[in-house]
C-alpha cells in the first residue's frame, strides 16, 4: 500500500498548493481520499483524473470536496476526446443529502452512500469509519489491505475513541489545525499536543500532521507533538510519499 499526499493545508491551499487530498494506492487501485481546492491541478503530478478508480469523501467543507466537480468535468472532457473513462465512484455518507446528491454528474460520477457503521470494500481496500467531533458530519477511516493500515482522522477534535480506532496503525495521518497552546474543541480540530498523545496512546508505527495552519512556524507542531510520541513524526507536505 503506499500513500502520497496531494494536499494537506486546512481552510484553503497555500500558493501554489492544494487544501485535503490523499492518494492511497494498491495492486494497481487508485483511491483519492478527499478532494479539496487545488488537488486536481496538484494530482496531475502523479497520476492523471482518468485513472482513478473511486474517491472517497470524509465530509462535504469546501477544503475536503471542492475540487469533486472539477473532477467529473475533466473526466467528461478526457470522454470528448475519446478516451472515455468509466463511470467513477464517490463514496459520501448520505447525512447531508444536498450535498451527496452533487456527487453524481451525469454518466461520468456516481455517488454512492457508505454506512459509517459499516465497513466497505472499495477496490483491494477494507475501510472502517468513525464519526468525528466537528460541526458537519464527518467520519475519519482506517485503510487496510495488504496486512498493513492508514488511519485517517479527517477533521476532529480529539476524542478517546480514535485510540482504540487508530490501534497499532502503519500511519497515522492526523490532522493539526492547532498549536500546543490552543483549544481545537470549539472549532472541531485537534492540536499539536493531542496528536502526540493519540499516537502514542494508540502505538502507531508513524504520525503524519496534516491540515495544517496557515500561521506560526509550522515545525514548531512537530516539536511539540513530539513531547507526547516517541514514534517517527513529520509534516505533510505534497508529494511525501510512504510504501508499507
Excluded at 9 to 28: D, R
Excluded at 144 to 160: L, P
Excluded at 199 to 220: C, F, M, N, R
Aim: aromatic share 10%; net charge negative.
Amino acid at each position: 500500500m503506499k500513500l502520497t499526499v496531494i494536499g494537506c493545508w486546512g481552510g484553503y491551499p497555500n500558493k501554489n498548493e492544494a487544501s485535503s487530498g490523499y492518494l492511497v494506492e494498491h495492486n494497481g487501485f487508485n483511491l483519492l481520499i478527499d478532494c479539496g481546492s487545488g488537488v486536481l491541478s496538484r494530482m496531475q503530478n502523479y497520476i492523471q483524473p482518468e485513472q482513478l478508480d473511486a474517491v472517497l469523501l470524509s465530509h462535504y467543507h469546501p477544503d475536503h470536496n471542492a475540487d469533486i466537480g472539477v473532477l467529473y468535468h475533466a473526466r467528461l472532457i478526457k470522454g470528448f476526446l475519446g478516451t472515455k473513462p468509466p463511470v467513477l465512484p464517490i463514496y459520501g455518507h448520505n447525512l447531508d443529502q444536498h450535498e451527496f446528491s452533487k456527487l453524481t454528474y451525469k454518466n461520468v460520477t456516481k455517488g454512492v452512500a457508505y454506512d459509517p457503521e459499516q465497513s466497505i470494500e472499495i477496490g483491494p481496500f477494507t475501510i472502517t469509519f468513525l464519526r468525528t467531533v466537528h460541526p458537519v458530519p464527518c467520519f475519519a477511516m482506517r485503510i487496510e489491505a495488504g496486512g498493513k493500515a492508514i488511519v485517517y482522522t479527517a477533521d476532529s477534535a480529539y476524542k478517546e475513541e480514535f485510540v482504540y480506532f487508530s490501534r497499532e496503525a502503519d500511519v497515522l495521518l492526523c490532522e493539526c489545525n492547532f498549536y500546543g497552546h490552543q483549544n481545537g474543541k470549539g472549532a472541531g480540530h485537534m492540536t499539536s499536543f493531542e496528536t502526540g498523545q493519540l499516537a502514542q496512546s494508540a502505538k502507531v508505527q508513524q504520525l503524519v500532521l496534516t491540515h495544517l495552519p496557515h500561521y506560526g512556524e509550522i515545525d514548531q507542531l512537530v516539536k511539540e507533538a513530539r513531547q507526547n510520541y516517541s514514534g517517527p513524526t513529520q509534516l505533510a507536505e505534497e508529494g511525501l510519499s510512504i510504501s508499507l
